[in-house]
């Protein structure tokens, strides 16, 4: 059987509300696995061992939401509106790293240069223009990332945009650049534009797990993607998908599969209630996910109660740390 | 609490026209915390420190309308047609800096060499063609800025546009040989095109807060905005904003805010009378501006008027002088 | 007589049903032939001679789908959606090489370098936009190729596409590389687009026989091609092609003799039965086909039953081996 | 006072019927007041004073119809279809140079090397597709220019075209290439486009002047302007052009002011009769243009009739000249 | 007067039917008089005087009809398919070259080198899709032309095509390339688009004229036209155009004329008579063309026949030779 077969479960699956933990688990790709070359190897060693909950696992606080929503998601906690806010949450969470544009790189990453690894996102918009023809131009390079010290470049794709070749195209120069500097790239690997909405949208199965492939057949080391949301515009995907009948947890559960020897990041999304998104990291993390990428879900909160959040999620993390292989 | 959190005031919030003076007033970013690089920070040193008022306060005379509205800008005051007018005025009136296009920095400024400081514009358009794809091409480099002895470089951004992802690319590869070059980037933050105009309007708050942070995201050391102009066209604003009902005051102090470790500076837009102008200024430094840009309502006026204005925001930039840190 | 002419048979053309064998096989263009430069022979000599069934023939296993069509083509064997068991299939089954993208290619192949020759594809997109502009952008380069050991580039061409002149440009681009480094060309030659469409569509002898040429001429050394499947579509087709009136055989004869010195591969298409399938090889072998390149005819079956056919089509190409000449 | 201010008169403006000679005079910009690099002062220097009327004054022959308008501009004289027609009417006229596209300089040139001195014109466009979005490709380089001998390079800026912005990020590399090699720049300074019909068309004073300070925003060392031409449509410019009544000379001094230490070339236009065209020359020279462009109203003349008007040209220009200051 | 005026002829002129033979010819331009470097007439002067007919002129083999219009060109010869049968027929008939593009040249020249010329087209596109916005992209680069032994290369210009502005910039690269390495430039001068179809079609002599005209701005060496063919539509071209009323030699007569100092070659088009051909080849030669380049007309007879032909041609050609000057 190969490696990344679903693994014996103790049961019939029944959703993440069910599940008896560890005998379940799906296990994370290695960083022996993934063929990487030495310098991307000392850079996700770091991220995943040396800083953050450790153990093979990333806690990762996004902060590029200045620049793809607006200063509208700093309202919820005014505090938040100034990056020393989620730097120093960064810090004094302990997270595995901070993501964020240059210009938040360079203009407060100074004051924490080896307290908090740094992951360069290289490109983004705004949330002004519409998103039919979805396309992020890029803001900084793999050299910008080099310069600065960070871990990991970040870099969106928009699967199934009709920009999608530009994409393409524009991911292979900084993978190339990045395969040259030995810097790991994480993929935003997110469904937009008018096909995905007439084939079920940008939450169906369907336009995640192809998400999730696409970055693994691009070159990702690590994809972020969005925990798909069964509804019934799965009925516009294409066959199978279309008649399929998964629990999400079985769905998400695919989207891991489907990422291969990617490391899955699990994306927060709006801000949830305390209960729900402690459920959704274990269930993550059980089937195989790496770790999290949750920013409103963190920020959007008071520093103390960011910070006791995090102490639970590190506990969970502990739970399941693997020792470097 | 953050270094940025709207500073204590000395009693409710009431407006540009009822402050109390230095007491309230925001602080601006310092150098050391702006993560300089040593060409930038020798470069913004002469600007903010050794000429102008100094005291790290910017006072800038911009004389690129000639490009982007064309002549007929000119005609309130026939001498402004000749460029040295303005260098006249900005070296005479003790400018920080004149800022203008390659043209007039090539043909003019080998005789002001030395005693005006130079902002090279890099990037511009004419008003002719619509502006509903709104996009700025490059007229110069940060190689020209150096080659002439500039002390920083001008670039328009138009934030919302249908074409922002190519200004964002064309600003990134400025932003990079800036920082190669040690150059400081000053951006033209401007809201631009239907997707603003549907949102609540250019002069709306959550145009120009947007465009201020993505003037931060993106690598700008200065930024240039406009003052927001609260109406009821904000009604058409996303949330938060289309329920905000802010004053203008309270609105400006928002966008330097947003705009973080960048320098604030105030664009004139308009020629204003005195006491409009003036008090203008003095908000706009207490509330945390580094210093204005204002074209038209210097060199419209008569010389010996210009001069006389000169003379008073001098007296003004005084009271916010600081020390070098 | 020229040397590509139909060579001679032993009677009239009776389609792929009645042929008889050997003495009518169409001879296939030899590496001294392609006046091929030494780093291309040594590469081509690899997969022709050196692994696979050899003698001169390639069995060639693509791993693609994912990218093109999305997961949903791994439903069919669930196993199939971990790229290890196309790469234990390759390994296993004695395949003449695998062709994937750059991302499988760095994750997986790592740990069958040396046992299985590596052809990178290097474009590609999804199947969720429009193919009305069909183009497929690159996901990597000949400098990948070599940097990670491979013996060939695969690239897309979609012939007639709207898109055609970027295809041409960058295709161009892709060829000189690989003339630079002495890498084998592998094109993929789909006609594509509305133009096609209204000219007897895609699976039409017009416009295969026409990609086929288009790939010889734009400096492919193999192609891959589709069997046409002559129909009243047809009648679409410009002259002489709306009279025709060929057998699918000797229209695929037609196409062979088009490609001229490129060594053909045919491609399998959607999962075919084992008599069938096996009929197809021999016909295509018969009439001057270098090998084929099977994707989910070979890794939609269970394993054992892919290692099964595998052994057949091996048993079919020694038929056709040829010395090294 | 400024330099450029309209100098003193000794009479209200009384266009150019009235006009009182040399005491009206606008001065010209000197080579010292255009901050030249050396190489560029040589260049100028060389047409400015070594060939053709000399005294600081230009006499340009241009032939770029061929390209521009096509062979139907040959008609008039057919001798003039034969490009050796125009080289030997620079040469016998004494031109201070000739203007054509790197075509009719690489075939024709070496017969005159040394006697003619050489403009080359860098981009252009044919006549036959609309010029809605007007834009014309580079058809040359300045290293050709350096390598053919060149004097000078010839740019043709479409101001207010939809294309503008492509044409100003195109003039931006030929001008940095220019300022490197130390090549003079003029620029054909042609409002087209839309936008520019419905605000009062190509002829009108806004559109022309508007184009004019453009070429000395963006650079120019010299710039090549039509006569405004007054008419009902100036009621469709902007304000304060829609209601300026100025007289086709007032017209033009503005013209010459907003191009300020760009020296001025006076474009010929269409054929017209002697008195016309020699009232236009004085016109030109009196409000401060260095200089004028006459193509089809030189060639399109039968050579003795050429010759002639060009020793009439030659006495007007020297009524002119001015020593190198 | 002018080296290009129409030659003195005997008597008016009376079309090709009753021309009077050498006395009326037109010269053809002279190495010397095109102002070569000395790589390009190192290889033209191969072309002209050591291959082929010999004595100045040329006799090209074109074999791009498989990109440009597809297989069904080879239908009418089905020996044709095979490139090797072009190749042997211009070894064995004498041609001055061979045009072709990359993939040909690199399958197949390897055999002819050093016998028989060759000329590598530089670009080319299908004829799948819509003319409406002609362009062809780069199929090779004049460094592969260097690299293979050419001694020319071909480009096609689509004269009023939409795209007219991307393939002047593409030539201009190619061109500078080939000034740069000294490789002799064929432009296939063929109007295109709309605009052309509005003002009197491909083949009329606006368009034709026009064309050869912009080859020999652009910088061309040789030019290949098609023979314009006056018709009513030529009442839609502008004027003089319109009301012309010039017999086809007449027309042929100016298109030479406006190709100035470029070599002409005269293009075949479709099949034709015996007659009619040889008598369109003595029209060209008489009236300045320096020779042919017929594909269909040659390679779509058998072989005998063809062989014959050429040396028919051939011994027309003697007639035309001039020796080296």
Known sequence: MSESSPPPTTGPSTGAGTRTGAAVRRPRPTLSQMGLAPGKRTRLKRLLYDHGPGGGTLLILPIDQGLEHGPMDFFANPDSLDPKYQYDLARDGNFSAIALHIGLAEKYFHEYAGEVPLILKLNGKTAIPSDAQAFSALTG???????????????????????????????????????????????????????????????????IEYAARVALELGADIVKVNFPVPSEKDADSPPPYNALKLTAAEAFRRVVHSAGRCLVLVSGGEKMGDTELLAKVRASMDDGATGIIFGRNMWQRPRAEALRMTRELHAIFREYAQPLP
């Open 141 to 207: 390079s793999v050299e910008d990332a080099v310069r600065l010290g960070a871990d990991a470049v970040g870099y969106t794709v928009y699967v199934g945009s009709p920009s999608q070749d530009r994409d393409f195209e524009q991911f292979r120069r900084v993978r190339e650049e990045a395969d040259r500097l030995g810097m790991p790239v994480i993929v935003w690997a997110y469904p937009r534009g008018d096909a995905v909405a007439k084939k079920g949208g940008k939450e169906s199965l369907y336009a």
